[in-house]
Structure formats: structure tokens, C-alpha cells
């Protein structure tokens, strides 16, 4: 479906054609991953109270469905900059949750090996470029990669994820330009969870970010942050555009951050009806409802998941915690490359990944219906 | 290290080329030689640069490959990173070395950083016209390298000669870490020398001895090499100048080495006074050869001044010859 | 500031060169002797027209604005406000013959300037003669070269790198006369490197090629011998060295050992330890020694001589020195007519000469006129020594360490063995003026005075 029009939003007939496009293990999957993100993200939470992380603590507590359901889309060789409330996005690449507790500790079984903190990584050998503080920063790095894909010819996407916050920033505009100018490769993931620390969208912007897509050249759409389903199609129609030379898209993700900016912060500036209103659409709960009741999912197969994944998050917890503290000798190593190594490709979970997958074009959506839950 | 570095060149034949013209012959060689090899930058492309390093790059190459970007110098930095941790080789041009400013924060904090963080390499190049002296005024004339040695993870070069230009672009170029260029306007079309054909590399870290002498070593880099040997030349005394071509990292054996065998050292270079290079290789000999010393090692540096924009206050400001030959002087008589 | 107190009207006083022109302090009535400056309307560099107010005084009787002598620039102030000074003071300077808009002297040169040098060149009229750069020290300590001796072609006379390296070439290595102190020294105590043959060693003193190395190795030794790094003999070192060897080339070294027994010592120590703390007097086994040794050098003057040419000179005094031990080296100080001092008075000027040898405090004299010397490294845990005579004596005495051993005594009943603090006392003598007897006789004295446990006197 080609998306030229800047108000082009998911609507009912596109939800339908969704459920052509996952399969019942991919729906597990959505669900693992996100349980996987809250749960690894509660332990560690609770390791930074117990003073076993230096430093700050970040989560991206209620946004799980946003990292996970786009990520999920990428074939592996695909590239992604994630940022510090998409832990998911890591997971379906293949991190595993000891290495991103790891990290928070400053263990040597860490991602970067104690060399950066809290969420700064990336595992280069899964395809992802971790962020740096400054934001979005990592913007305009996947337009030079996109940039890269387009130059030489290949059939790739580079997806760079970002809050509402950081649209204010003279980088992100420099990203969105360049990226429209040049229709590069790329997915714009904007994560609009009403606060940048404690600034509210109000202070942030005098336009809606998603209406500004169109003013850089291309389209802009606004998906339910807190649906998984949805966030995975509007992804996978960006990243199939993107894919066969439609240029960029900005998906503007709605959701809530449930937690502060960071541990540190008791977000006292937040409502609490927004508390309340946001907790009920929680999107882990949603889905667990959802797959229930639309996906013939058992109400113990559900529960039996979360378990699976509190027990693994369990046993990833106790190989973190095993994982040596860095030799201060390796404080100044690796300050410059002596080669250069390509970027690894990463795992790519979904079923239909491919090319083509999840395309507008129709023989490959009639390939994948016949495969469908 | 050598100091002396004989040059590797497959050909032995050399042409007559100004510094300008080295920097572009390098760059094309380069990119003719490596697809990954692209440059982007404001104006390179169809108005072939400011200074028309890049003229006819365009017709040559393509658009692509000579890439106008927008008046975004963050994203030319920022573009380049990532292209560059997916294998590309991109030549970012700052229009003046004075803008890089404006693109800092993807320089020193995505590019300088990704290797110690994430194992990630960046081999990319951001040239920088740099340096004073014909009445552009504070944002035109600054020569910034000291920001940069000030950051770990870049590498800094500053050829003198045309020579050189070539050959350190090439290994810029090569060398998988980010490198800052700094490339002097002034030298453009001043300086002039036989310049190797074809492939012609000058290793980064290391030095040249642009001068033998025994009664005194002049450290210096970029314009003030020039200011050095013609101020030897004139002072008619047995004057070492030692040619840094790279900052960072600095040749420490080569400087140790020649102030070791002439016991005094004046670093000389445009940039400014404070915490500029000459501060840092000022406290490396101290530091490591204060026993073979027999003067206090001193600078001649710009004042800590933006550079001013009328001729008079301009001179007043950029060391000039004669301010070459008293320092010379005076470590001399010392 | 001259104090010319003239009367009268002031005039704008001239000097030498005609475009200065001086500010003074005016007389403001007749009485009034003195003015101060409160403060100057105009600092240096600041151009100023004739009659301008230019700087403020008061006197006691009234406050008055000085207006400038000329137009022109005011050059330098030569008195601060706050300051009082005579009338007719000269305060301030004015180079009349400047034009607005040129630069002012200091300035004429430019900001590049100051920072050009971070100091400004040394003056050549100082003497700088004594300043000597590290380069310069280092090629002087390396061969011994007296920079006093050396002629420095630098700013102020001082000595340059190549003049240095001029008089190396023309005057070789060291000087014949080091004005060094000169230290009395004598043995090591612990083994030194001078076990590796010197570079220039005489072919009867080599040293024996090690077993298994017959044929010469085809290895360089440098590469046998592995990884080594140098370092140069500090003064005392190469002092030391050279004492060492012209005492063996002097005398003729022997050693005579006898064992003692402390007990007696170690008890009267213990009884007079106490009250002579009191008095400030740490009393060591030294001190016992040395009273044992001064008497029985009374006895045996044949030991508090120097043997000159044909001659045994027989000194009066006993000059004893005591060796001490410093950091990398040693130093003799010596107590002069120890003959006249008590058990007490010994201990005293012993403290007291350790201390002040190990701070630096021994006067030149205090390391001359020895006759007889005594050293104590028993301390490190040696129990015997063959120590070096201290030139121009004729012995030097070694007390080791004093070690609990089980000894035969002889009793009524039989022998028994007995646990004693026992040490021994090591003579080296110069056989040119006493013979082993003598030797042994003196030893036989010392130790008698120190098995009775009580001094003579």
C-alpha cells in the first residue's frame, strides 16, 4: 500500500490485513519479547535498589509494545540505533537479558564490557549502533547508513528510534531533511510518550511531530504506541516502502512512560488520571487478552509464557550477576580501531522477513495468507 | 619511528603541483581506486568547492560520490559516521575549519567514541580549511587542532607541504579511525613542491625533518614550517625545523630525539596560544628531556585573541617572520 | 627616590633627553615639606594635554589637583599613590615628543609580544655565570668536569651546552684537584659491585675467568650478561672509590681479629642507660667501645700514629673518628681530644655527630685531623669485617655485630657452657709501623677494658 499522503493512518481495513502477515509463533514471539523486556527490566530495577548498578537507571516501562513491534520487521540485514526505552528492540536481535544486565553493572559480560553504562550499547555483530547521550544524535548516523544502502544499490532499511522530545533538536531536523531530500532507506521511530523528563509535549513542540513529516518530503503516520500489531504493520509497511525506494516514514508511536525519565525521578509533574488512564492500557495485558481472545491462545499457554520468561529472566539475572568486574588495565584499550570490520547482521524472528516480505505487492501478501493463524 | 620517512610511491616520477592541487590529486586517486571513497560537504559538487578542491570531481564521479549536503554540518558529521560504520569511506569537507562547530557533537561524541564503546570503526576524514591571514575575520581564520587533541579517538594531521597534503589524505583516508584534516588556505597556492604521481602515502605519527641542525630545534606544523625555514634561512644559523606533519598522535621519539641533540626548542604554530599543540609537546620534553635542556622551551604562538579582520590588527596577531627570527634569536643567544 | 627639597617655584625639570619631561612634587606653601599622591587621573600609555589634571596630592594643610606640565603621553609613573614623598620628587614621566595615535612604547610592539616568550630573555648585565641548565649539569657530573673552570659564552657568562662540550674536548675527563671535601672512608660494609673488573683493570688484578668459560665466547659479553642499565657514581661515590684504592696502594692492610665478651658491657649499659636518658645521652655499645679504645690507645700510642715517609708520628691527641653511614656512601666526623672525655661525654659527641652527619650539618673541619678510627655497620647483622685504613692512620677498628653465643667459662667446678653477648673487634693495621704483636697487644687492651665492664676512670 503506497503511503505518498501525509495523513495516512492504520485504520480497521489495515488491522484485518495484519492478521495475514504473523503467524500464531510470531504472535508468541511479540508476546515473549515484550514480557521479556518488562520482566528484565523489574530485575534490574531491582538490582540499581540494591545498589548493584552504578550509575543511573532507565526503563521503557509501558512502551514495550513500540521497540518489539517494530524491530520485529527487520530482516538481518537490516540496521537499527536504538535508544535507551527499547530494550525489546535489542532482544529480538539477539541480545540476550545477561548482557544488558551486565552492562547496567559494568561486568565484563556486558555488551560494551563496562567501556559505557545503563542503556549505551549496541552489539555491533547483531547489526545494532548503540546511542550516545546526546539525542537524537543517532538520527542523522542511520541516514548515513541509509545513505550507505542507497549508494550502493542494496535492499536494506535503517530504522532509528527517538522520543518527541528530541524532534526539538536541530539534529533531528537535519536528519528529516536530508533523509526526504535524498529518499533514503530509513523508518523514523518516534517514541511520543507525553514527557521528555518532566517536559510536556506542550513545551516540546507547537506542532504535533508527525504533521512535520510531510514538510521534509514524506509520509507521516500515527500508530496506538501501545499495540503491538499495530506498531509491527505500520512498521512493516515503512520498511517495505523503504525497501523497494519509497523513501523515508515517520511512524509516530502513542504511549506513556509508567516510570520516570530514570530511577532517580518520582515524576511528580505527571497526573495521576494519566497514571490510571495509561495503566489500563498497559500493552503487555492488552495483548495477553488479545491473543486470548482473538488468536486462540489458552489462558494457560498465555500464563505458561510469562513464566517461561520470568525463569529464563531469572537464570539470565544470576549469569549477570557472575559475570567479573573489568580489569582497570583495559580502561585505555581500544580508544582507536586497527581495522575496520563490518557490522554483523542480526537475528530476524519473523516469519515472513524476506525481501519482500509484507510488501504492498500482492503475490507476496497471497504467499503469506496461506500460512496464516 | 623515523622521523625522515621516505615516502612509499610506486611511481618515481613526480609533478609540479600546488598544495591545493596535491590535496585534490589525492583524493581523486583515492576515490578512482575505492568505490566505498566518497566526499560530501556544502558546495563541492556542481560549484566543485570553495576552493575548488573538488572542481570536476562531479563529472568525474558523480553526484553521488561528490555529495552537496545541505547547510547541516551536523549531518554531514553525522551522515559520515554512519556511513562509515557500514563500510563506506567518507571525505567530509567543512567549508572553513571554523564551522566544525557547528557539526561538534557528532565529531566528538558519536565518531570519537564508537570504537571504545562499541568496538565500531569510523574511518572517515573531515578536512578542514583552517588558518589566517587575508582579513576573514574570527570565523574564518581559526586554526582549531587543539579541540581535537583534546579528544580521544580522533586522529589530527596538518600537512605543509604539498607533498605531504597528498600523502597524509591518502593514509587519512586509509586509516580507520576518524582524522582531522587540517589543511591551511594560506598554503593553497603559496606553497608549491614536486609532488609523487600515482599512489603516495605519508604514514600518520610521523614527523619530518625539514631542516638538519644542531644549535636549535624548531617544532612546527602547517604555515609556521614555512615561516621556520625561511627564518633559518635569513638568521643564516644552524637551525633544526622539525616538520610535525601529524598532532595527534604526536612522533615523540622524533621531537625528544632532536631537542635531545640541540638542548632548545621553540614550537611555533598560528593556532593559539593557550593548551594548543605547542603546550602539549612543550610539557612532553620537559616532562622527558629536561636533562637536555639548555634553554627554556619556549612558543610562538597567536595570541589568545579571535583573529582579527583589519590587515594591521591581523598582523599583529599571526606570528610573522620577524617574530620568527627574534624567538629563533633569542633561544640562540640564550 | 632622591630627596632634593628645593624651594620655589617648580619648574618642569629636563632631563638629559630633551623630550621627557618630569612631573614633581609641587610646594604648596611655604612650610609644607612633603606631599602625598592620592591618586593619578592618568596611567601610563595615556596621552594628556598641558594643564590637565594629571594626579592628586594632599598635604597637611590643603588637596590640591597637579595639572601636566606638558602635552604628550604620560610615559611611566614613578610614584604610587598612597605614598608620601619631599617636595621636588620627581612622579611621573611625560614623553612630549609623541603624537597621538602612535603607539605607546609598550604597546608599539604588538600583543604578539607577551606571549611570544613565556619569560622574557635573562639581562645580560646579571652575572649568570653560576646558573648552570640541566643539560649542562648532566655533561658536568657525567665526567666529573668543576664548572668553575669552564667559560660560558651565554647571556651573562653562562655556561652553554657547547661550551661545556668545547672544554670536554680540550681538557679530557675530570679534574685533577676536585675541590670535594675530603672524606675519610674505609671499607664497605656491604659487598659492593666492585666485584666486576674494572674497564681498565691490570692484567694481575683481572679477575679469574669463571669456571667453564675457557675459549672467549663468540657472544659479545653485553649480550651474555642480558638486559642492564647504568647509572652515573654521584660525587661521593667517585670520592669514596678513589680513597679506597690509594689506602690499599699506601699501607700495608692486615687484620687482626679478637672476640669479646659484652656481658660485662650490656650490664653496666643496663644500670647507667636510664639516668643518662635523662640527661638527653642515648648510651650505646659504641660508646663503650670507643672509651675501651682512646684508653688503651694510651697505653699503645704506636696505634695513634701516621707513618710519613721514614717517620712514625706519634700524635698527642686522640682524634677519634667515627665512621656513619649515609645513603650512598659514608662520612668520618671526628671527636677531637675523645682522650678527655667520659663514658658519657662519648656517647654524647657520638649522638651528636651521627646526627649532624646524616643532616648535612658536619662542618669541613669536623672530617680532618683524625688519628684513629672506629667504625660500627654491626648493626646490619655482619659478625666480621676486614676493614680499610682510613689514610694517613695507622689502623681502624671494626665492631661487628654483637651476637648471643653459647662459650665456655671456666669455673671452680669445671667448664660449663654459658650464653654471652659475644662479638669481635676487627683491626686492620698498617704493618709499615707496627707488627702483628702490637696489634694483638691493643686488641688484648680494648678487650680488657671492656670484659672489666667498668672504665678506668
Not at chain 3, 29 to 55: F, H, L, M, Y
Not at chain 3, 361 to 378: A, K, L, Q, R
Request: glycine share 10%; hydrophobic share 40%.
Amino acid at each position: 500500500m503506497e503511503t505518498s499522503d501525509a495523513s495516512a493512518v492504520v485504520d480497521g481495513r489495515l488491522r484485518d490485513a495484519v492478521g495475514t502477515h504473523l503467524t500464531r509463533e510470531d504472535r508468541a514471539n511479540l508476546f515473549r519479547y515484550m514480557a521479556m523486556m518488562r520482566a528484565s527490566e523489574e530485575r534490574a530495577l531491582t538490582l540499581y535498589k540494591q545498589g548493584k548498578v552504578p550509575g543511573s537507571f532507565y526503563d521503557g516501562r509501558g512502551q514495550e509494545a513500540i521497540s518489539v513491534g517494530a524491530a520485529y520487521v527487520l530482516a538481518p540485514e537490516d540496521r537499527m540505533c536504538i535508544l535507551h526505552r527499547d530494550l525489546g528492540a535489542h532482544f529480538v536481535r539477539g541480545v540476550t537479558p545477561d548482557r544488558y544486565m551486565a552492562n547496567y553493572m559494568g561486568r565484563v559480560g556486558g555488551v560494551t564490557e563496562g567501556k559505557d553504562g545503563n542503556m549505551h550499547f549496541g552489539d555491533r555483530r547483531l547489526g545494532c549502533v548503540g546511542m550516545v547521550s546526546m539525542l537524537p544524535d543517532m538520527a542523522l548516523v542511520a541516514s548515513g547508513m541509509a545513505l550507505a544502502f542507497k549508494t550502493r544499490g542494496e535492499e536494506r532499511v535503517a530504522m532509528t528510534f527517538f522520543g518527541e522530545g528530541s524532534t526539538a533538536n536541530g539534529q533531528w531536523h537535519e536528519a528529516m531533511n536530508f533523509a526526504g531530500i535524498h529518499r533514503l532507506p530509513i523508518v523514523f521511530l518516534l517514541e511520543n510518550n507525553r514527557f521528555a523528563y518532566s517536559t510536556p509535549n506542550e513545551l516540546e513542540f507547537s506542532v504535533d511531530p508527525v504533521e512535520r513529516a510531510h514538510t521534509y518530503g514524506f509520509p507521516g503516520v500515527n500508530v496506538d504506541g501501545n499495540d503491538v500489531e499495530d506498531v509491527f504493520d505500520a512498521a512493516r509497511v515503512a520498511v517495505s516502502r523503504a525497501r523497494a525506494g519509497g523513501g523515508p516514514t515517520l511512524i509516530e508511536c502513542q504511549t506513556m512512560r509508567m516510570h520516570g525519565h530514570g530511577a532517580h525521578d518520582d515524576m511528580r509533574y505527571v497526573p495521576q488520571e494519566m497514571f490510571e488512564e495509561w495503566g489500563r492500557r498497559d500493552p503487555i495485558d492488552r495483548y495477553a487478552e488479545r491473543l486470548v481472545a482473538r488468536h486462540d491462545f489458552s489462558v494457560e499457554e498465555v500464563d505458561g509464557l510469562r513464566s517461561e520468561v520470568a525463569a529464563y529472566v531469572e537464570e539470565c539475572a544470576g549469569k549477570a550477576l557472575d559475570s567479573p568486574i573489568p580489569d582497570p588495565a583495559q580502561a585505555t584499550a581500544g580508544v582507536f580501531a586497527e581495522s575496520w570490520e563490518p557490522l554483523g547482521d542480526g537475528e530476524a524472528p519473523w516469519s515472513h522477513r524476506g525481501r519482500n516480505g509484507g510488501g504492498a505487492n500482492g503475490a507476496s501478501m497471497a504467499a503469506s495468507e496461506g500460512s496464516s493463524a | 619511528m623515523s622521523a625522515t620517512a621516505a615516502p612509499t610511491q610506486t611511481s618515481a616520477s613526480t609533478t609540479e603541483m600546488t598544495y591545493l592541487q596535491a590535496i585534490s590529486d589525492g583524493l581523486r586517486f583515492e576515490m578512482a581506486r575505492d568505490p566505498a571513497v566518497f566526499c560530501l560537504g556544502e558546495d563541492i559538487g556542481a560549484f566543485g568547492g570553495a576552493f575548488k578542491v573538488t572542481d570536476g570531481f562531479v563529472e568525474e564521479f558523480g553526484p553521488e560520490r561528490c555529495l552537496d549536503m545541505p547547510l547541516a554540518e551536523s549531518a554531514i558529521i553525522g551522515v559520515a559516521v554512519g556511513a562509515a560504520a557500514e563500510g563506506m569511506k567518507p571525505v567530509c569537507e567543512m567549508q572553513f575549519a571554523d564551522f566544525i562547530s557547528c557539526g561538534f557533537d557528532q565529531l566528538v561524541n558519536v565518531a570519537a567514541k564508537l570504537h571504545y564503546r562499541q568496538g565500531v570503526a569510523v574511518p572517515m576524514v573531515v578536512r578542514l580549511p583552517s588558518g589566517g591571514g587575508f582579513s576573514g575575520g574570527p570565523f574564518h581564520s581559526q586554526n582549531p587542532e587543539a579541540w581535537f587533541l583534546q579528544t580521544p579517538g580522533l586522529k589530527v594531521v596538518a600537512p605543509a607541504t604539498a607533498a605531504d597534503a597528498k600523502g597524509l589524505l591518502i593514509s587519512a583516508i586509509r586509516d580507520p579511525n576518524p582524522v582531522c584534516y587540517l589543511e591551511h588556505k594560506g598554503l593553497y597556492r603559496h606553497v608549491k613542491d614536486e609532488v609523487p604521481e600515482g599512489e603516495h602515502i605519508v604514514p600518520l605519527g610521523e614527523a619530518r625533518i625539514a631542516r638538519e641542525g644542531t644549535e636549535l630545534t624548531v617544532i612546527a606544523y602547517g604555515s609556521s614550517v614555512h615561516l621556520a625555514l625561511q627564518a633559518a634561512e635569513e638568521l643564516d644559523e644552524d637551525v633544526e625545523v622539525l616538520d610535525l606533519r601529524t598532532l595527534c598522535p604526536l612522533d615523540r621519539e622524533a621531537i625528544l630525539g632532536s631537542v635531545r641533540k640541540t638542548s632548545k626548542a621553540l614550537i611555533a604554530h598560528e593556532a593559539t596560544r593557550s593548551a594548543g599543540v605547542g603546550a602539549e609537546v612543550a610539557a612532553l620534553i620537559t616532562e622527558e628531556a629536561f636533562e637536555d635542556l639548555d634553554a627554556p622551551v619556549r612558543r610562538l604562538t597567536a595570541p589568545d585573541v579571535p583573529i582579527p579582520f583589519s590587515p594591521p590588527l591581523e598582523r599583529a596577531v599571526l606570528p610573522q617572520l620577524d617574530d620568527m627570527k627574534e624567538a629563533c634569536g633569542e633561544l640562540l643567544a640564550y | 627616590m632622591s630627596s632634593s627639597r628645593t624651594e620655589g617655584v617648580q619648574q618642569p625639570e629636563r632631563s638629559p633627553s630633551a623630550d621627557v619631561v618630569q612631573v614633581t612634587m609641587p610646594q604648596m606653601g611655604v612650610s609644607v615639606a612633603e606631599g602625598t599622591i592620592v591618586e593619578w587621573r592618568k596611567r601610563p600609555g595615556d596621552w594628556v594635554e598641558a594643564d590637565e589634571p594629571i594626579c592628586d596630592v594632599t598635604t597637611d594643610k590643603v588637596d590640591v589637583e597637579i595639572p601636566s606640565p606638558a602635552t604628550g603621553r604620560l610615559e611611566r609613573i614613578l610614584v604610587e599613590s598612597g605614598t608620601t614623598v619631599p617636595v621636588g620628587t620627581p612622579l611621573a614621566e611625560i614623553d612630549a615628543e609623541a603624537r597621538p595615535g602612535e603607539a605607546h612604547p609598550d604597546e608599539r610592539a604588538g600583543p604578539r609580544r607577551a606571549p611570544q616568550s613565556s619569560t622574557g630573555q635573562p639581562d645580560g648585565e646579571a652575572d649568570r655565570s653560576q646558573f648552570h641548565s640541566p643539560v649542562v649539569r648532566r655533561i658536568a657530573e657525567k665526567h666529573g668536569i668543576d664548572l668553575s673552570r669552564v667559560s660560558g659564552t651565554g647571556i651573562g657568562g653562562r655556561v652553554r651546552k657547547r661550551d661545556v662540550l668545547a672544554y670536554l674536548e680540550s681538557e679530557g675527563d675530570g679534574a685533577p684537584e676536585s675541590p670535594e671535601p675530603v672524606l675519610h672512608t674505609e671499607s664497605p660494609y656491604k659487598p659492593e659491585v666492585s666485584e666486576s673488573p674494572p674497564a681498565k683493570a691490570e692484567p694481575e688484578t683481572a679477575a679469574a675467568p669463571p669456571p667453564g668459560e675457557g675459549a672467549p665466547s663468540s657472544i659479545p659479553a653485553e649480550q651474555l650478561l642480558g638486559p642492564t642499565h647504568r647509572e652515573p657514581m654521584s660525587p661521593m661515590r667517585q670520592a669514596i672509590a678513589r680513597h679506597m684504592i690509594d689506602s690499599r696502594r699506601t699501607a700495608a692492610h692486615c687484620t687482626t681479629i679478637v672476640e669479646v665478651d659484652f656481658s660485662r658491657v650490656a650490664a653496666r649499659r643496663g644500670q647507667l642507660k636510664e639516668q643518662m636518658r635523662r640527661r638527653g645521652v642515648n648510651l650505646t655499645y659504641l660508646a663503650f667501645v670507643a672509651r675501651a679504645t682512646v684508653e688503651a690507645l694510651e697505653e699503645h700510642p704506636k696505634l695513634n700514629a701516621a707513618v710519613e715517609g721514614d717517620e712514625i708520628v706519634y700524635h698527642e691527641d686522640v682524634n677519634l673518628g667515627i665512621a656513619v653511614a649515609l645513603e650512598d656512601g659514608l662520612i668520618v666526623p671526628v671527636i677531637r681530644r675523645a682522650q678527655r672525655l667520659s663514658l658519657e661525654g662519648m656517647a654524647a659527641a657520638i649522638a651528636d655527630l651521627a646526627e649532624r652527619a646524616r643532616t648535612g650539618t658536619v662542618e669541613p673541619d669536623e672530617v680532618h685531623g683524625g688519628t684513629f678510627t672506629i667504625t660500627n655497620p654491626g648493626q646490619f647483622g655482619a659478625v666480621l669485617a676486614t676493614p680499610i685504613i682510613n689514610q694517613p692512620q695507622v689502623a681502624i677498628l671494626d665492631l661487628e655485630a654483637i651476637v648471643k653465643r653459647p662459650v665456655v667459662v671456666e669455673g671452680p667446678e669445671g667448664d660449663s657452657i654459658a650464653i654471652r653477648p659475644m662479638s669481635y673487634l676487627c683491626m686492620s693495621w698498617d704493618h709499615r709501623a707496627l707488627d702483628g704483636a702490637g696489634a694483638a697487644r691493643f686488641l688484648d687492651s680494648v678487650r680488657e677494658g671492656l670484659e672489666a665492664g667498668e672504665s678506668r676512670r
